[in-house]
Protein backbone atom coordinates (compact mmCIF):
# COMPACT_ATOMS: atom_id res chain seq x y z
CA UNK A 1 0.00 0.00 0.00
CA UNK A 2 1.12 3.53 -1.57
CA UNK A 3 0.80 6.25 1.30
CA UNK A 4 -0.57 9.49 -0.26
CA UNK A 5 1.31 13.06 0.11
CA UNK A 6 -1.15 15.69 1.07
CA UNK A 7 -0.10 19.26 -0.50
CA UNK A 8 -2.55 21.13 1.13
CA UNK A 9 -1.03 24.74 2.39
CA UNK A 10 -1.72 26.22 5.01
CA UNK A 11 -2.60 30.17 5.12
CA UNK A 12 -3.09 32.25 1.87
CA UNK A 13 -2.39 30.36 -1.27
CA UNK A 14 -1.24 32.36 -4.53
CA UNK A 15 -2.47 29.92 -7.37
CA UNK A 16 -6.04 30.43 -6.66
CA UNK A 17 -4.86 34.30 -7.62
CA UNK A 18 -2.77 33.56 -10.52
CA UNK A 19 -5.65 31.58 -12.40
CA UNK A 20 -8.24 34.18 -11.35
CA UNK A 21 -6.86 37.71 -13.03
CA UNK A 22 -7.52 40.98 -12.00
CA UNK A 23 -10.88 40.94 -14.17
CA UNK A 24 -12.56 38.36 -12.15
CA UNK A 25 -12.10 40.30 -9.43
CA UNK A 26 -15.20 42.56 -8.34
CA UNK A 27 -14.64 46.39 -7.76
CA UNK A 28 -15.41 46.19 -3.73
CA UNK A 29 -12.93 43.32 -3.48
CA UNK A 30 -10.56 45.29 -5.01
CA UNK A 31 -11.08 48.51 -3.21
CA UNK A 32 -11.14 46.31 0.40
CA UNK A 33 -7.67 45.04 -0.23
CA UNK A 34 -6.19 48.82 -1.12
CA UNK A 35 -8.12 50.08 1.95
CA UNK A 36 -6.49 47.12 4.03
CA UNK A 37 -3.33 47.72 2.10
CA UNK A 38 -3.34 51.28 3.19
CA UNK A 39 -4.69 51.28 6.71
CA UNK A 40 -1.72 48.63 8.14
CA UNK A 41 1.07 51.13 6.13
CA UNK A 42 -0.37 53.93 7.73
CA UNK A 43 -0.39 51.96 11.28
CA UNK A 44 3.70 51.20 10.89
CA UNK A 45 4.27 54.78 9.93
CA UNK A 46 1.84 56.52 12.72
CA UNK A 47 3.63 53.84 15.37
CA UNK A 48 7.36 55.20 14.25
CA UNK A 49 6.82 58.11 13.67
CA UNK A 50 4.96 59.76 16.50
CA UNK A 51 7.62 60.05 18.72
CA UNK A 52 10.00 61.78 16.36
CA UNK A 53 7.06 64.05 15.26
CA UNK A 54 7.07 65.15 19.08
CA UNK A 55 10.32 65.69 19.08
CA UNK A 56 10.19 68.00 16.29
CA UNK A 57 7.08 69.89 17.19
CA UNK A 58 8.56 70.41 20.57
CA UNK A 59 12.10 71.41 18.99
CA UNK A 60 10.54 74.16 16.65
CA UNK A 61 8.59 75.59 20.13
CA UNK A 62 9.33 78.64 22.03
CA UNK A 63 11.66 78.99 23.86
CA UNK A 64 13.98 76.94 22.05
CA UNK A 65 15.02 73.49 24.42
CA UNK A 66 17.92 71.60 23.75
CA UNK A 67 17.43 68.10 22.81
CA UNK A 68 18.19 66.43 26.30
CA UNK A 69 15.45 69.16 28.15
CA UNK A 70 12.84 67.33 25.41
CA UNK A 71 13.47 63.69 26.08
CA UNK A 72 14.41 64.76 30.08
CA UNK A 73 11.70 63.52 32.09
CA UNK A 74 11.79 66.13 34.57
Known amino acids: MASRVSLKSKGKSSVGKVSKGMDDK ?3 QCLKEWSNWALKK ?7 GFIPLV ?6 SEPKPQLYQLLAPV
Do not use: L
Not at 42 to 48: E, F, L, R, S
Not at 55 to 60: D, K, P, R, T
Open 26 to 28: STT
Open 42 to 48: AKVITHY
Open 55 to 60: IIIGMN
